[in-house]
């Protein structure tokens, strides 16, 4: 049965060579299309597997009930006392562990090897109790046990010592500017699906700034300093409502005192490890999103691709009918011509399957480039990639062969034996249909694209509010950097490359983690309002161009100005209810430990995008410290039109004669700035690549369909050239029944364009409005290659001999 399946498909295809073309090239783009966007999701849906009883494993974070707010109500930092707590008292948990660390760089020296590595944490001896990794070398319950030992990956471990066992070797690791000899006690494999990637994991009872971290201050903070990450087991089947409940209890019978000390409430929430990465929206936007879009994308152009194929069989189905209406004079069942068709339909389909392999393996290098991944088939994905092939072979075959299956095999023998069938108006009705569909698609997908280059557009030149132009970030990682912070600002100054120096804890383009909440007079702690706070030196506001409202900045007078004056922004004095000349000289409170602390606002400066556009301007305060070395980096703005390269060099041999141990390392503001929304160009790459390929799929069919009307109208074509129709007239004739269709699947798409699309954008805080010009650009794109496609093989037909046709008569 097969074999004959495969033969009598593949006289088909030999006998329309052009229309069998035409559907293995749709098939075979589409089914690559979705293999490739298969594994992409794949790859996005394969994270945090690699945990033992990840459906136990929960992330702690904090909701803050007060409308004052963090800037966001959730965020996924806990107070450092927390968790031990809640590991004695509530029975659930089974494993629990706190971490400290992240995307900030931490010096490593091992010899004369000296560089900067991510990702590095302090951890409780516990994290590898909860969290799983595999270890290369040492033992995952005794790894972080002991004071100043470090756990690495198998990447570092080779970075550092090649190929020498890392076991008991010692390595100087600088963390948060304080640094301490570690002994190696653990080599992991690096895992980078996972939603917190560690390079490295120090023990909490280390020297160096883990000593801060367990201070007696820190253990007493039970509102405040929520930056611990925490993660715990739970025990199988439990309530997690039930133990969300009982952390809470244990929050207000330590920590209520600090709470109303500091004029807030918050409580404490599980949020499942295994969701972390796509489906949290605490601190990021929900990746699942952009999941949904690309496996819509995936289906539509699977659909595309079947549409095409159902589209041109029906249309030829005048082809086939002598040889069904044979087949049922010889007693061939109505069942047996359906198998039969589908049978023909799967051969084909399998074929084009075949093409999509070899074209998967050539567009996977491209392809990673495309979505900055690293995808490859191994052992990891070959079963997923053969379920994907057995799936798309049935679906695309079930889709592209039912309805050519049904209809070719309702055909009554008797009418087309003698000369009497034609093609029913359903079947034109519905291939119409068909081609409005796929042009709703692809507009709709079109309008999508422009949308999200619009609103990337938008994101990336809208104006930010300072001058992130001609900008070097230093950071200061170490105490020795951040020691000569005074001595390199000066010679920096100096140097003729440099405008301006200043220096702050957090720059534009990383969030800001320091915030407090101040009331104003009259007021209290319960009645205050949160502000971001940041420590900067004098020229800063200057150097970065931000406007001031009102008042003045900083002067050098670092003793007068260190004494509790802050500068605020239009939105901090917005929030007590004053305009900017009205708070220059207005003192705002902050109530610690029974005492009242007052602030005096100096000035007032315009608000600007600290962070990203993507979320709203909050409440910030600029103060100055009363020493130097609380700067984290140090921000110098180079003369414009100069040579950059020339500059940096400059830089760095200034550093390196002031900063002996620490490397020089720097970046540019604005590229900073910029890399905030890398996730963002990615996501739209992909749509812009794959929206292309359902254009072309969609064109496909159309220069099919526009190839069979041709082909079927060519002695009325002859007719009219005799009769004395223009070429252009006839083109017009032949183009316009097309033309009707894009413009009936342009009003349905619009209303369902701006709706997917509006839903979209409510991610943004500042975002694009959306208005007709962009569906009329889709429409017109839309219309213009349907035109194209279909214009070429009328324009043929049209500029035919008519005698030609006309001979056959």
Not at 602 to 608: Q, R, S
Not at 648 to 672: C, H, M, R
Not at 709 to 719: P, S, W
Not at 758 to 776: C, K
Request: proline share 3%; charged share 20%; glycine share 6%.
């Amino acid at each position: 049965m097969l074999r004959n399946y495969i033969i009598l498909a593949w006289r088909n295809i030999l006998r329309s060579k052009v229309y069998s073309l035409i559907n293995i090239s749709g098939l075979s783009l589409g089914i690559t299309c979705c293999l490739l966007l298969a594994l992409y999701i794949q790859d996005e849906m394969g994270y945090d597997k690699h945990h033992t009883r990840l459906d136990d494993l929960y992330r702690i974070y904090t909701h803050f009930e007060t409308d004052f707010g963090f800037g966001q109500p959730n965020i996924t930092g806990i107070s450092p006392p927390i968790l031990p707590a809640v590991r004695a008292e509530v029975p659930e948990i089974e494993a629990a562990a706190r971490y400290v660390g992240g995307r900030s760089q931490n010096l490593i020296t091992y010899g004369d090897n000296v560089f900067y590595e991510s990702d590095g944490v302090i951890a409780d001896s516990s994290l590898f109790d909860v969290l799983t990794y595999e270890f290369i070398e040492g033992n995952p319950r005794r790894a972080l046990v002991e004071a100043n030992t470090v756990v690495i990956t198998d990447r570092l471990a080779h970075k550092l010592f090649n190929k020498e066992s890392a076991l008991n070797k010692l390595i100087e690791i600088n963390q948060q500017g304080l640094s301490v000899v570690f002994k190696v006690t653990g080599v992991i494999k690096d895992q980078k699906k996972t939603f917190d990637h560690i390079n490295f994991a120090t023990s909490m009872t280390s020297d160096g700034f883990a000593k801060e971290l367990r201070s007696e201050y820190m253990m007493n903070q039970w509102a405040g300093e929520n930056f611990f990450t925490g993660v715990v087991r739970l025990a199988p089947g439990v309530d997690i409502k039930t133990v969300e409940a009982k952390m809470d209890q244990v929050l207000i019978k330590y920590g209520s005192e600090s709470l109303k000390a500091l004029g807030f409430q918050k409580s404490l929430h599980l949020e499942p490890v295994k969701d972390v990465y796509l489906r949290s929206d605490i601190g990021q936007s929900a990746r699942i999103k952009y999941i949904y879009v690309i496996a819509s994308i995936a289906t539509f152009i699977l659909m595309l691709a079947c549409i095409n194929f159902m589209n041109l069989s029906t249309a030829r189905a005048g082809k086939r009918a002598a040889e069904i209406g044979i087949r049922k004079v010889m007693g061939a069942f109505r069942s047996t011509l359906i198998r039969h068709i589908l049978g023909e339909a799967m051969v084909i389909v399998l074929l084009a399957i075949a093409i999509s392999m070899v074209l998967v393996q050539v567009c996977l290098p491209y392809f990673n480039y495309l979505t900055n991944k690293t995808i490859s088939f191994d052992t990891g994905n070959a079963g997923y990639f053969a379920l994907a092939l057995l799936v798309l072979a049935v679906l695309t075959g079930l889709l592209a062969g039912s309805y050519p299956a049904f209809y070719l095999s309702s055909f009554q023998p008797a009418e087309v034996l003698k000369g009497k069938f034609t093609l029913s108006n359903a079947s034109g009705l519905l291939r119409r249909s068909l081609v409005v569909f796929q042009f709703v698609i692809a507009i709709t997908l079109v309008s999508g694209m422009i949308i999200i280059s619009r609103q990337l557009n938008f994101m990336q030149h809208k104006n930010l509010g300072f001058d992130a132009n001609a900008k070097i970030v230093l950071p200061l990682r170490t105490a020795e950097a951040r020691d000569r912070y005074e001595g390199l600002r000066n010679e920096l100054q100096k140097y003729e490359a440099v405008e301006m120096v200043s220096g702050a804890r957090f720059a534009p383009g990383t969030r800001v983690f320091g915030d407090m909440i101040f009331y104003s007079e009259g007021g209290s702690m319960e009645t205050g309002r949160t502000n971001f706070r940041n420590e900067v030196d004098q020229g800063y506001v200057e150097l970065l161009g931000i406007p001031m409202l009102a008042g003045r900045t900083f002067t050098s007078n670092r003793p007068m100005e260190s004494q509790n004056k802050i500068i605020v922004n239009r939105a901090s004095a917005k929030q007590y209810g004053y305009e900017p000349e009205e708070m220059v000289g207005k003192n705002i409170y902050f109530d610690w430990e029974n005492k009242k602390h007052t602030f005096e606002v100096i000035g007032v400066m315009e608000d600007y995008h600290h962070i990203s556009v993507r979320e709203e301007i909050k409440p910030l305060i600029l103060v100055m410290p009363d020493t130097i070395n609380e700067y984290e980096v140090m921000i110098a703005s180079l003369r414009p039109g100069g040579n950059f390269e020339k500059a940096v060099a400059g830089v760095e041999k200034i550093w390196k004669a002031q900063v002996d141990n620490t490397p020089f390392e720097y970046s540019f503001l604005d590229e900073n700035v910029q890399k905030q929304y890398d996730e963002d160009r990615r996501v739209s790459r992909i749509i812009t690549a794959f929206t292309c390929m359902a254009v072309l799929i969609s064109c496909l069919g159309l220069y099919g369909l526009s190839t069979y009307m041709a082909e079927r109208r060519f002695k009325e074509i002859g007719v009219r050239k005799v009769m004395g129709a223009s070429v252009q007239q006839i083109v017009t004739l032949m183009s316009s029944e097309f033309v009707k269709l894009v413009l009936v699947a342009l009003a349905l798409s619009v209303p369902l364009s701006w709706y997917l699309m509006d839903l979209w954008l409510q991610g943004f805080a500042y975002r694009v409005s959306i208005d007709v010009l962009i569906f009329v650009y889709a429409g017109g794109i839309a219309l213009i290659i349907a035109l194209v496609t279909v214009s070429f093989e009328s324009l043929k037909a049209a500029s035919a001999n008519p005698l030609t046709a006309l001979r056959a008569e």
